[in-house]
C-alpha cells in the first residue's frame, strides 16, 4: 500500500429450453449453493421437471421417437438423484390430457406430483412417466405461471429450480420470456435451465429469453454431457474477488462487499474481503445458477453487474478500487465537541459521507468537495486523494464570542468579508448569555430586544475572533 508522506493542504479560513445438459446443471445448481457460514442450516434445493408431452414429441429422434428417448434420459437421471441429501423434486407435464381435436386446449398443463424428498419422489415420477402419451398443444408460457403454484409454500432456506424438458416453442400465444423473467424478479425460481430434445436450431432464439439454453444433439453427446456435469455438481464453484489498486495490482481489501441477484434484487451474500495468509484474496463459494450484482462498500461504493460464475472452475472478478485516506485536522486545541463534515464526489451534491475531523478514513481515488461544518462553513473544493497516500487538511483553530444580552429578542451573526455580510447563525431564543465557538474573522452580531416594536432599535456590534481567544459582545 506504499508509504508515502502525508500531503497537507492548509486552509487559510433466459428461458426454458431443450437439453438435458441443463437438467444436470440443475443439479449442479443444488450442490454449489453458498453457505460457508457455520452454524446455518444447510439450504435446500427444489428441483420441478417440467415435461414436454405434446403431439410433437411422436416425432422420431436419433434412435427411436423423441418421447421414448426423453422418458429414458430423464428416468435414468433420477436415479442418480437418490442419494443426495437437501433436494426436494417435483414433476409437472403438459399436453398429455387433451388433443388437438376440435381444438387445442392452451390450460393442459398439470402438476402431477408435488414437492417431496427424492427417495419418495423419484419411483412416484418414474411411474408417471410410464403412462403419459403426447396429445395436445405446447402452453409454456401458461406451464411457467402455474409453477409459481407449485413452489408454494414459500420456503426461506430454499433455492427453487425449473428444469424444463422440450422439443418445441410456444404454441398458444404466451410469452414465455415475459413469464420466466417476471417469476424470476419476484424470487419464484431461479434462472430456468431448458433441455432441448431433436431441437430444431430455430428455437434458439424464441426460447434463449426463457433461460439458460441446452441442444442435445445426439444420446451420445447427452451421455458425456451428463458425466461432466454430474461431477461438476459434486463440487463447489468458487470465487475470487480482485480488488485493483491503480497499478491493477489486487492490494486493496477489508471491505464489505455484497452480492445481489441480479434479476429479482435479493441480497445472496455478504462478504468482508479478506487477503489470505498467501497474500491472495480469499476464496468465496457462490451460487453459480444466478448472475450477480457485486457492491464493494468503499466510499464511495463502486458496482459491478452482470457477473455470471462458471461452474466446475475457480472464478476470478476485478474491480477497480484504488483507495487513498482522507483526514482533516485542527491546528492547535479543538474547540468544538464534535467537529464533521461532508465528503461530495467534485461537482456533485450527494453525499458520499459524513466524517469526523481527526478520523482518517478510505476513499476512492479521486477529487472531492469538502463541507466542513464549522461556523461559518468552510468549503474546501477538488481535494484530491491518491493510491495508498493519505491526504491531510488542516483548519485554523477556532475561537470564541460570548454574547451578552440584556433581554430575549431575535439576532444573528454574519461574517464580513470582502465588504459583504454572510449569515453565520441565529441567537438562542430564551437565553440571555450564549457561548458560540467561530472560526477567525471578522463578524457582526444584531439584534432586537423583544419588547421594541420599531428596527431603529436593532443594535449592531462588530468583533473580531482570533484563534484560541475569546471575544466579549455586550449587547447593551
Not at 38 to 47: E, G, L
Not at 50 to 60: C, K, L, N, T, W
Not at 210 to 236: C, H, P, R, W
Request: aromatic share 8%.
Amino acid at each position: 500500500m506504499g508509504s508515502r508522506k502525508p500531503q497537507t493542504l492548509n486552509f487559510k479560513l433466459q428461458t426454458f429450453g431443450k437439453t438435458l445438459l441443463p437438467l444436470a446443471f440443475c443439479l449442479f445448481a443444488s450442490f454449489a449453493t453458498a453457505q460457508p457460514r457455520k452454524n446455518t442450516a444447510p439450504q435446500t434445493t427444489r428441483i420441478l421437471f417440467v415435461f414436454d408431452a405434446s403431439f410433437s414429441m411422436f416425432g422420431q429422434w436419433q434412435n427411436g421417437m423423441k418421447m421414448d428417448m426423453a422418458k429414458e434420459l430423464l428416468s435414468n437421471f433420477l436415479d442418480s438423484l437418490s442419494t443426495i441429501n437437501n433436494l426436494e423434486i417435483a414433476f409437472r407435464a403438459y399436453g398429455h390430457q387433451y388433443g388437438l381435436q376440435p381444438q387445442r386446449n392452451c390450460q393442459d398443463s398439470k402438476l402431477e406430483v408435488p414437492f417431496a424428498t427424492v427417495k419418495k419422489n423419484v419411483p412416484l415420477i418414474k411411474q408417471k412417466l410410464k403412462g403419459i402419451v403426447p396429445r395436445g398443444t405446447t402452453p409454456i408460457a401458461y406451464s411457467l405461471e402455474q409453477c409459481a403454484n407449485d413452489f408454494f409454500p414459500e420456503c426461506p432456506n430454499c433455492r427453487n429450480v425449473v428444469i424444463l424438458i422440450t422439443d418445441g416453442i410456444e404454441e398458444c400465444d404466451g410469452d414465455p420470456c415475459a413469464v420466466s423473467l417476471a417469476l424470476q424478479k419476484k424470487g419464484i425460481f431461479l434462472k430456468p435451465f431448458i433441455i432441448g430434445i431433436g431441437f430444431d436450431k430455430n428455437y434458439f432464439s424464441p426460447l434463449g429469453c426463457v433461460g439458460k439454453l441446452y441442444d442435445v444433439s445426439s444420446e451420445n453427446n447427452f451421455k458425456t454431457i451428463m458425466n461432466i456435469v454430474i461431477s461438476q455438481a459434486l463440487n463447489n464453484t468458487t470465487v475470487q474477488v480482485n480488488l485493483l489498486d491503480k497499478a491493477g495490482r489486487p492490494s486493496e481489501t477489508d471491505v464489505n462487499m455484497t452480492f445481489y441477484d441480479e434479476v429479482s434484487g435479493a441480497i445472496k451474500n455478504n462478504y468482508v474481503h479478506t487477503i489470505n495468509d498467501r497474500g491472495y484474496p480469499d476464496t468465496l463459494v457462490l451460487d453459480p445458477l444466478l448472475t450477480y450484482k457485486m457492491v464493494v462498500h468503499t466510499l464511495p461504493p463502486v458496482e459491478k453487474s452482470n457477473i455470471n460464475i462458471t461452474p466446475g472452475k475457480h472464478n476470478i472478478i476485478a474491480v477497480d478500487a484504488p483507495q487513498g485516506n482522507l483526514v482533516v485536522k485542527v491546528s492547535g486545541t479543538n474547540n468544538y465537541k464534535q467537529l464533521q463534515y461532508i465528503v461530495r464526489k467534485a461537482g456533485d451534491m450527494k453525499t458520499v459521507h459524513v466524517q469526523e475531523v481527526n478520523l482518517t478514513e478510505k476513499y476512492i481515488v479521486g477529487k472531492y468537495d469538502l463541507e466542513i461544518l464549522t461556523l461559518p462553513r468552510i468549503l474546501l473544493p477538488n481535494v484530491s486523494i491518491n493510491q495508498s497516500a493519505t491526504r491531510t487538511v488542516e483548519i485554523p483553530q477556532a475561537g470564541m464570542v460570548s454574547v451578552i444580552k440584556p433581554g430575549d429578542g431575535p439576532g444573528s451573526i454574519y461574517v464580513e468579508e470582502k465588504n459583504k455580510l454572510t449569515w453565520v447563525c441565529n441567537l438562542k431564543t430564551g437565553q440571555l448569555q450564549e457561548n458560540i465557538v467561530l472560526q477567525p474573522g471578522y463578524y457582526r452580531v444584531e439584534y432586537r430586544p423583544q419588547a421594541s416594536r420599531e428596527s431603529i432599535y436593532t443594535v449592531e456590534r462588530k468583533f473580531k475572533i482570533e484563534s484560541g481567544s475569546t471575544a466579549t459582545v455586550k449587547l447593551f
